[in-house]
């Protein structure tokens, strides 16, 4: 069976061997990568909403009278 190489993290340009360090440390890694994920996803729910008000925004001025 191979061995796997220990999991690496990378920090202020210097990689550590994730086994290695603090369990604080590895709450801290994990948390920044939550928050990390939270800001992808609440930046595409953002988008998506950004899109909608275009949509309703276009919508909205074929229906106003001209003139």
């Known amino acids: 069976m191979a061995e796997q190489a220990p999991q ?8 550590y061997n994730l086994a290695d360090l ?3 440390v ?5 948390s920044i990568r939550f928050a990390e ?3 992808i996803r609440l930046q ?3 988008a998506m909403a950004q899109t ?3 949509g309703y ?7 106003l009278p001209q003139g």
């Open 52 to 54: 909608a008000r275009n």
């Open 8 to 15: 690496k993290v990378k920090i202020n340009d210097k990689e």
């Open 44 to 46: 595409q729910l953002l």
């Open 37 to 39: 994920q939270e800001m």
């Open 57 to 63: 925004i276009a919508s909205l001025q074929k229906e």
């Open 26 to 30: 590895k709450q801290n890694i994990a």
């Open 22 to 24: 603090s369990d604080i």
